[in-house]
């Protein structure tokens, strides 16, 4: 081991034996030095530069114990957190961020593995969070001092299989949490090279991840987060993964059928076929939470301090579309309805999100089980939520409006829409369902930081029919 302090914080590195590790400050220096330069060029300078894991520490004690039902499962070591370790996957962003600290304050022991590439794409197309972020090693050292807890951070790419597999064989985890994947569709369809990346980025990453359980941890429980966008908008009813059928006779049960609607739910499905082969193949334990529309911003942890606040996006590649209506109602902008707003979907309140997590970490997958849970608590089309903004913004003296402006994805947008969603609550979900107190406290918070919105990011920029193979590098 080697020793470096930085002017952030203190690292502490490891290194292979076979090559020396080289470095620097990279998102300071490297990464955040030239937002005109391209995508994929940026992308390898920065993993020129972590072509080693590293390792930023500060640890947790033991927490609560959780409260979930348990198990019917042989392994005892599943039914408790004392003791078990969880590596979440993408732990500096938006779910992920939320997902560590609430697993951490109910007693697990955790590591965040993270590139922070999501950093760098606000930079490349200058935009911002509403909320100012500070650094993952700032965030994670004020988790430490307020609680006394350490959570473990290996900044690097999962799609670098050395790295990963040294942070496994470092934490040696008992579960992982795969939020690590580019999750923008509107990113995926800028252009070619984001198609690409988004692809290469998510699949191989998941491979990688699969890969290092079968070498280093086979009893691991992987919890991947997947996504509602795979089974697309089907004029029947989705089932939670898998359908019976019966055809001339025979009846089956098989994968619910896949319509992903953009290059990023594609990389979701072919994660998916993935999985499914390698518990087949190889006896892994996994459970996909096919995760709805996230919104809201607060978890009982983030509040705790202003360091530990997360990210919320109102712009047209990353954000939401109930935080950016609540955005855009904040600051007098039309609520930007796309076509004749009938698309429907699942939502779910980002406390649930990380509610959903500990469940299916608490109750793991069988050996050799693929486990599929859709992930939202409840089913508005656009045009639903934006007169729940509309109402809830009168009630603050806002004058809201909605607009339908052309819709820059192909999709249907008056359709039927039921999805089954009964395993989470069967395991014990409890639902924190949108109410008025919900989308005042989101308007409030978006009011507050309204100053800090860039109107010139909420109209949408990218098109499903335009993406091109020219790279767009600055702003879309």
């Not at 935009?127 to 006394?148: A, C, F, H, Y």
């Amino acid at each position: 081991m080697a020793h470096l302090l930085s002017t952030h914080s203190t690292f502490t590195l490891t290194k292979s034996s076979k090559s020396n590790f080289k470095y620097q400050n990279c998102f300071s220096a490297v990464t955040f030095q030239n937002p005109k330069t391209s995508h994929l060029t940026l992308k390898s300078q920065f993993r020129s530069y972590q072509n080693k894991p590293f390792t930023a520490l500060a640890t947790s004690t033991i927490g609560q114990d959780i409260t979930s039902k348990a198990h019917e499962n042989s392994n005892d070591q599943f039914l408790s957190p004392k003791n078990k370790k969880v590596m979440v996957i993408g732990g500096d962003g938006y779910c992920g961020w939320a997902t560590a600290l609430h697993l951490s304050k109910k007693g697990y022991e955790v590591a965040v593995v993270d590139s922070l590439v999501r950093r760098l794409f606000d930079h490349q197309l200058g935009l911002e969070s509403l909320t100012p972020i500070v650094s993952i090693q700032n965030r994670i050292k004020r988790w430490k001092q307020l609680t006394g807890k350490t959570i473990s951070l290996y900044v690097g790419d999962i799609c670098d299989f050395e790295f990963l597999a040294e942070s496994f064989k470092s934490f040696e985890p008992d579960a992982v949490v795969h939020f690590g994947e580019q999750r923008s569709a509107p990113y995926s369809m800028i252009d070619r090279s984001r198609a690409v990346f988004t692809q290469q980025n998510n699949v191989i990453g998941t491979l990688n991840v699969l890969f290092a359980i079968k070498e280093f941890r086979e009893e691991c429980h992987l919890v991947k987060l997947g996504t509602m966008g795979e089974y697309g908008t089907p004029n029947i009813d989705i089932e939670e993964g898998y359908i019976t059928i019966t055809h001339n006779g025979r009846t089956d049960t098989l994968p619910y059928p896949k319509q992903a609607g953009s290059f990023y739910h594609l990389s979701k499905v072919h994660d998916s076929h993935n999985i499914a082969f390698t518990c087949r193949a190889w006896g892994l334990r996994v459970t996909d939470l096919n995760q709805g529309v996230v919104y809201g911003l607060r978890t009982d942890e983030t509040e705790m301090h202003e360091e530990l606040c997360n990210r919320f996006d109102y712009d047209g590649v990353f954000g939401t579309a109930l935080n950016r209506f609540c955005v855009q109602a904040a600051v007098g902008h039309p609520l930007t309805v796309y076509g004749k707003g009938g698309q429907t979907r699942g939502y779910l309140d980002i406390r649930d999100t990380v509610q959903c997590v500990e469940l299916a970490i608490a109750n793991p997958a069988n050996p050799g089980e693929f486990r599929v849970f859709n992930q939202f608590t409840e089913q508005f089309s656009v045009n639903d939520l934006a007169k729940l903004v509309t109402k809830a913004g009168e009630k603050l003296g806002l004058e809201v409006t909605a607009v339908s402006v052309p819709n820059p994805r192909v999709e249907a947008e008056e359709h039927y829409y039921n999805a089954k969603h009964t395993k989470l609550i069967e395991l014990g979900l409890i639902p924190h369902l949108l109410s008025d107190s919900l989308l005042d406290s989101v308007l409030n918070f978006a009011i507050k930081y309204k100053d800090r919105v860039d109107t010139a990011q909420i109209m949408p920029n990218v098109s499903w029919k335009k993406i091109g193979v020219k790279p767009k590098t600055v702003s879309v």
